[in-house]
């Protein structure tokens, strides 16, 4: 929940593809901290289509990967020339 006010409740929630790849769930930890640590409602929900959203991810958080290393600026401004260098005039 987010900014509840009295009488109102705001609740966010994000979708995606499950990670395929153990670089796109190092990914997914460096970026979303909590991603992978769904509210015990949610797991232990009535509704089976909410458990099978949910189910998976404190399996994933618990996977070994190698540790995720977000672009330097150094790299994206080595991208940045390079694409500069090969534009056709």
């Given amino acids: 929940m987010f900014n509840g006010t009295k ?6 929630l994000k979708f995606a593809a499950p990670p395929i790849t153990d670089k796109q769930l190092a990914s997914l930890r460096h970026y979303t901290k909590h991603m992978f640590e769904p509210a015990d409602k949610l797991l232990k929900s009535d ?3 909410i ?5 998976d991810l404190p399996r994933l958080d ?4 190698p ?3 977000p672009f330097s600026d150094d790299y994206k401004a080595s991208l940045y020339h390079r694409r500069e ?3 056709i005039n």
């Avoid at 009488?7 to 966010?12: E, F, H, K, P, S």
């Fill in 85 to 87: 260098e090969n534009k």
């Fill in 47 to 49: 509704n089976p289509n």
């Fill in 62 to 65: 618990a996977k070994k990967v």
């Fill in 51 to 55: 458990r099978r959203m949910v189910e």
């Fill in 67 to 69: 540790a995720f290393v």
């Fill in 7 to 12: 009488g109102r409740r705001y609740l966010a």
